[in-house]
């Protein structure tokens, strides 16, 4: 029953696959809201780019999320105040408006079926001690213009502290906005290519080369990385600049009372709501759990949200569970620009903090301005080339973390025994170390559980059946396919000749 309401509800085109070499102008690899956001801002102003994407369009977290499009970011203008000043925090709340009102402008103008509806945001604090923080919050969005209002409860049956109502927000479908968007794409000169993922790249004077894993070279003049974690570094350090978070939403039918809002708390455990309305039937979804990737796995997570669910709303029954990863910056702040201060050719945007609907399209605004005239009012705020302010607490915690999952992997001593059926875990075989899933039939599956990306030790989610690693979340499937980046490389069986290739993709 993990499945996405979003890509049940949309099944999506088909595209190509990438069976020849190509040269083009621009390349996109990835196919969710950047990636495709970009190419039909490139299309309308004439440009023909081509997206490249490792799975289907709309199948990575742009088909997994809670659909609210919204500058409410959780509490983020008082620590970017704090951070960068009024005038970059004004910026951000600029930005996330324009993306917006474009977002709304593009479903207007395309009249595109996929649910949208206005919904004013609200933040409240579910406990006392939240409730300054709120209040803070507020005082900051007040004082660089936003459209906002400070109130004591809010129109829910939940106890509030004290809440903050965004009047600006909407909430839609996120799949059937990107399906229809893609379809543009092509309608306008655009190419797409799906099951086309890349392994890596080479540079050459001006042209850069990718290569795909299928052994195919796609020659271009400029790339886009907007593949969600960046699968080309440049020695830009993203890999020790991202924290990849996992996080859970379940859905279940409710016609009780809510208004036409969305909802999220200043507390933890986080719980963020809203109602989808398709026409046939209301849901209610509940999303949250937030735990770093391959940390917290074995807790029940959708339980908890459902419980929550049942508490506030009454819903005992869920139709949909389904579960993706965001990546956060050092400094809260999403990195969206040239891919490092020297290279000019390569654009890259990521570190969403799961609020890429409205920070994706910024991203699509940015980076098509970027590739057409070099400039863009929003990007000294989000480039990725700002020093300041990343050497942070979070960033130091963050490496550490990463240390010590490396030696504890290494170190950790496995089982002499199989799996249960329907169970994975690490055991060893020959002398060595593998990750073995043993499925409902009794047939095994055992793959080399160091991670293809910087080596370090994958462990079982027993949540989505993956091998996921602790470090900077890459996802394997069962027989090693990647599921997420930043790997390039899958993991090889047990059998194969010889270990994981490890490809950190940094030069
Ligand atoms: C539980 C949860 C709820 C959320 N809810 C919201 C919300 O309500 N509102 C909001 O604003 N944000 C939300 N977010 C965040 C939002 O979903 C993401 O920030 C956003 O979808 C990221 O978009 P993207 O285009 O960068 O990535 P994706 O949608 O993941 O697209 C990246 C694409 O790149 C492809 N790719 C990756 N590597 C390669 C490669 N090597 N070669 C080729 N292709 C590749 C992938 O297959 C994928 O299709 C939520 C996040 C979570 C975790």
Redesign the pocket.
């Known amino acids: 029953m993990n499945k996405s309401l979003w890509i049940s509800s949309s099944e999506g085109n088909k595209y190509r696959v990438l069976d020849e070499d190509k040269r083009v102008e621009c390349l996109i690899?990835?196919?969710?809201?950047?990636?495709?956001?970009t190419a039909y801002l490139l299309c309308k102003e004439g440009y023909k780019p081509v997206v490249?994407?490792?799975?289907?369009?709309?199948?990575?977290?742009?088909?997994?999320?809670?659909?609210?499009?919204?500058p409410q970011?959780g509490i983020k203008y008082s620590d970017i105040y704090k951070r960068y000043g009024a005038e970059n925090a004004k910026k951000y709340y600029e930005a996330n408006n324009e993306a917006l009102k474009l977002i709304e402008k593009i479903i207007d103008e395309n009249k595109i079926d996929c649910d949208y509806e206005r919904a004013p945001a609200y933040i409240y604090a579910e406990n006392k001690s939240d409730s300054k923080k709120v209040l803070k919050e507020f005082d900051i969005c007040k004082e660089i213009g936003i459209n906002c209002e400070f109130i004591m409860d809010i129109p829910l049956p939940i106890e509030s502290y004290g809440a903050i109502k965004f009047n600006v927000g909407a909430?839609f479908n996120?799949k059937k906005y990107?399906d229809y968007l893609a379809r543009k794409v092509e309608e306008l000169g655009g190419e797409i290519y799906e099951k086309?993922?890349?392994?890596s790249i080479d540079k050459y004077k001006d042209i850069i080369t990718v290569h795909?894993?299928g052994g195919y070279e796609i020659k271009t003049d400029k790339l886009i990385i907007?593949?969600?974690?960046p699968?080309y570094d440049g020695l830009s350090f993203y890999f020790a600049r991202l924290r990849p978070?996992?996080?859970?939403?379940v859905a279940g039918e409710y016609n009780g009372e809510f208004p036409q809002a969305?909802f999220i708390n200043a507390s933890t455990p986080k719980r963020?709501l809203?109602i989808y309305n398709d026409g046939e039937r209301r849901l209610l979804l509940v999303?949250?759990e937030?735990h770093k990737v391959a940390h917290k796995e074995d807790e029940d997570h959708y339980g908890a949200l459902e419980e929550y669910g049942k508490e506030k709303f009454g819903v005992e029954k869920y139709q949909y569970r389904?579960?993706?990863?965001?990546?956060i910056t050092s400094d809260n702040v999403p990195y969206i620009g040239y891919l490092n201060s020297v290279t000019k050719n390569i654009l890259v945007?990521?570190g969403?903090?799961?609020?890429?609907?409205?920070?994706?399209t910024v991203?699509g605004i940015i980076l098509s301005q970027l590739y057409i005239n070099g400039k863009s009012k929003y990007l000294s705020t989000f480039t990725p080339s700002r020093s300041e302010g990343y050497l942070t607490g979070e960033f130091l915690k963050e490496n550490t973390d990463v240390g010590i999952q490396y030696i504890m992997g290494k170190v950790k001593i496995a089982s002499k025994d199989m799996p249960d059926r329907d169970k994975g875990k690490i055991v060893s075989i020959d002398k060595s170390k593998f990750g073995v899933y043993r499925d409902a039939e009794d047939i095994f599956h055992i793959v080399d559980t160091t991670c293809t990306h910087m080596g370090c030790e994958l462990k079982w989610n027993p949540l989505e059946k993956s091998w996921d690693c602790p470090c900077h979340g890459s996802r394997f499937g069962i027989d090693g396919e990647?599921l997420?980046?930043?790997a390039?490389v899958p993991l090889k069986q047990y059998g194969s000749e010889t270990y994981n290739e490890i490809n950190p993709n940094l030069i």
């Open positions: 690899v990835g196919g969710g809201i950047v990636g495709i956001t490249v994407d490792a799975d289907y369009i709309g199948y990575g977290a742009t088909g997994r999320n809670t659909g609210k499009i919204t970011n909430q996120p990107i086309a993922p890349m392994k795909s894993l907007a593949s969600h974690y699968f978070e996992r996080s859970y939403v969305t963020s809203r999303a949250g937030s389904w579960s993706t990863q965001d990546y945007a990521t969403f903090g799961k609020w890429g609907m409205s920070n994706g991203a990647i997420e980046g930043p390039t």
